[in-house]
């Protein structure tokens, strides 16, 4: 009797070289099997007579092999074969591209059933590349059918039928982690149901019932091993720190504080002298003064007599962070040194043993600061800048380098809370709302693509004040499965510097080039010896250029309204007015809505909070949250009130019995979930 540790081999059909195929997608047993989730579906329950089709539809049709197929090689790598099919309305004329194998498939005088895409011109209907097998087969057609992600050597019907085979051995056996007063509570159908339907839906309404109870499952098994790291953090201890005085710190600096950074550096002098390690998140809108908490803490380590180190994703802004804070540090007596791929191999020397013999007390850098060189005397606080752009391994890495350091990490992407507490897990969030005085309300606007000619003319005329300008674009460059209308940046900054502003210097970063290339054009548009930066999203975070006035957004409907907001924050950092211009020729109601949402507020927050409206959560997790374990159901953007209901369930369960001793499936299941991420998410 097979069981749900058994090989995937035990499948009818999967040979060793399949199953090493399946391993890529991480099945290698029938448990994985089985837990290896649709990522779509496609409905093939719509049967068509040939007469009946109409033009894109996509339905069943059950007809005839009139003739033997032919097969025809047009040209080196294309064979097409050609077969038509008859039923008493009409005839349907069947094309399948390098498909060779179809002439011996398909026999003269039996009868199929065809699933594809309707192509009518006039009384003649045509098939390219259907679905098919013999009528009354219904393996792949006739149902609601999943689609998976594949790999090589992996095809959907050897999915499909190895699912079969899978749930029919142990569909059974599958042992349910949720409390039957918890599912029962939250009206939840059996886990064996759940699996079957979520696979093979019976209908649209099973297939919700079951996406419903395994989107619950994973939301609550999530909550309960976030509250025990939380709970497991509560219980380690380390010496608390001294409180310091900050006064001299905070009467230096050149603006005075918001009410916002006064809590946020409140926050953090509590955690040090708490006695426990600090795993503390600094949520702020882009501008709200972050890295004056982050100086904060630097300076309360130092003047425990600890060491201190702040990473940053790229050079460039590791460079902008030392710039910053060095002078402000060392009119204190505070030592800080530089370290990224870009310092020269002398004062990288001077630097590591100024860290290793404690004479400089603050590393600040990019994950050069995690390389084995790197030894500190006695690192005591880690501050991570943009905490989604790190991998787990990243900060776990730093953190090894003292002894249970403190953690700070600081995100300027705001999230609405409910999502903050899923994503930024067992961190305590402190959230900035202030903008500090003088920072300025940059003016939106959404146009259509006509207006693109007066935008030029107004970017010509900021240069011509001495001012510089952003244009962001969706991708990098065109190819023969985008649309032209997308803009290519790499292809537009050659177009702009050609024909638009021959007279000014226009350059490209985006995400293909290598980061010591993308960093140097950066720091020349930093420089201001670049006039107009074309750019895909790789602008979104990064450097502080206080001259630039002006961001063009191409096509922004594209984009997340988060992400919009983002990319608007590289501007109005200086004293000049500045402006962000929405391009889209989207006229549908959902784009119109979201972009008079970016026209309407400047509120980093109040923004995160309509994008959940308008989308769902999906573009708070365009990047990976590194450290989250993986869901397979839930994207989180499943019902909101779900996610709640599964926390509060997560809560009193864990209030009833806090080791779940009464429930070991649930346990283990809580412990396989984050066995991968246990160690780095403390």
């Not at 084995?372 to 090894?400: M, P």
């Not at 003319?457 to 300008?469: L, S």
Request: hydrophobic residues 40%; contains cysteine; charged residues 25%.
């Amino acid at each position: 009797m097979p069981e749900l540790t058994t090989g995937v081999r035990y499948v009818k059909g999967i040979g060793e070289q399949r199953a090493r195929s399946l391993e890529k997608l991480g099945v290698r047993t029938l448990g994985d099997l089985i837990a290896y989730f649709p990522r779509a579906y496609d409905d093939r329950r719509s049967y068509k007579k040939i007469r009946d089709l109409e033009e894109g539809e996509c339905a069943c049709v059950e007809a005839m092999a009139a003739a033997s197929p032919t097969l025809s090689r047009i040209r080196q790598g294309l064979e097409l074969v050609k077969l038509r099919a008859v039923d008493e309305t009409g005839a349907l004329d069947v094309t399948f591209f390098n498909q060779a194998y179809m002439k011996d498939n398909l026999r003269a005088g039996e009868s199929y059933t065809f699933f594809g895409k309707a192509e009518v011109t006039g009384r003649r209907r045509a098939m390219a590349n259907p679905i098919v097998e013999r009528e009354g087969a219904r393996l792949m057609t006739g149902r609601i059918m999943p689609i998976y992600a594949l790999t090589a050597g992996i095809s959907q019907t050897t999915l499909v039928k190895s699912m079969e085979q899978g749930l029919a051995a142990c569909g059974k056996l599958l042992p349910d982690p949720l409390p039957d007063a918890v599912r029962q509570a939250h009206q939840l159908c059996r886990i064996g149901y759940a699996y079957e339907q979520i696979h093979f839906p019976s209908s649209e309404e099973t297939l919700a019932i079951a996406r419903r109870r395994l989107v619950f499952e994973e939301l609550f098994l999530l909550a309960i091993g976030l509250k025990r790291l939380r709970g497991r953090r509560d219980e380690l201890t380390c010496p608390p720190w001294l409180e310091t005085g900050l006064e001299d710190f905070i009467e230096g600096l050149p603006f005075p504080l918001t009410g916002a950074q006064r809590r946020a550096i409140d926050d953090v002098r509590a955690d040090l002298t708490s006695g426990r390690p600090m795993n503390r998140l600094i949520q702020g809108d882009v501008g709200s003064g972050k890295t004056v908490v982050a100086a904060a803490a630097l300076l309360c380590a130092v003047r425990n007599g600890r060491q201190a180190a702040l990473m940053a994703p790229t050079e460039i802004l590791a460079e902008q962070h030392h710039r910053g804070l060095a002078p402000l540090l060392e009119k204190l007596g505070v030592r800080s040194v530089l370290l990224t791929g870009a310092v020269k191999a002398k004062a990288r020397r001077a630097a590591l043993e100024a860290l290793a013999g404690g004479e400089a007390q603050v590393a600040i850098g990019t994950h050069a600061l995690l390389t084995d060189d790197v030894v500190y005397r006695s690192l005591g606080l880690v501050v991570t800048d943009e905490q989604h752009r790190f991998g787990v391994a990243q900060r776990a890495a730093l953190a090894a380098k003292g002894d249970r350091p403190h953690l700070l990490v600081m995100s300027a992407t705001p999230i609405p809370r409910t999502l903050a507490l899923m994503i930024y897990g067992d961190l305590d969030v402190s959230v900035m709302d202030e903008l500090p005085p003088g920072r300025q309300i940059i003016d939106t606007f959404a146009v259509p693509g006509s207006y693109h000619q007066r935008i030029y003319t107004f970017i010509d005329k900021q240069v011509a004040a001495g001012r510089q300008a952003y244009i962001v674009c969706s991708m990098v460059e065109e190819n023969d499965q985008i649309p032209d209308d997308r803009k290519a940046a790499s292809e537009y900054a050659g177009i702009l510097q050609e024909r638009v502003f021959p007279h000014l210097r226009v350059a490209c970063v985006h995400g293909r080039m290598k980061p010591r290339e993308k960093d140097k054009v950066m720091a020349a548009f930093s420089a201001g010896e670049i006039h107009v930066l074309v750019s895909t999203t790789v602008v979104e975070v990064g450097v502080d250029v206080p001259n630039a006035t002006v961001m063009v957004v191409e096509d922004a409907d594209r984009f997340g309204l988060s992400q919009l907001h983002q990319l608007r924050g590289r501007v109005g950092r200086g004293r000049h007015k500045s402006y962000c211009i929405l391009v889209s020729d989207n006229r549908s109601d959902e784009a119109r809505a979201r972009l008079k949402v970016m026209t309407g507020t400047n509120d980093g927050f109040q923004i995160a909070e309509e994008d959940l409206k308008l989308r769902g959560p999906g573009d708070f997790f365009g990047h990976r949250q590194h450290g989250l374990p993986a869901l397979k159901v839930a994207d989180l953007s499943c019902d909101m009130a779900l996610l709640r209901e599964a926390q509060e369930a997560a809560g009193r369960l864990l209030e009833r019995d806090p080791e779940l001793s009464a429930y070991p499936e649930t346990a283990a299941r809580v412990e396989a979930m984050f066995a991968s991420a246990a160690g780095a998410m403390n």
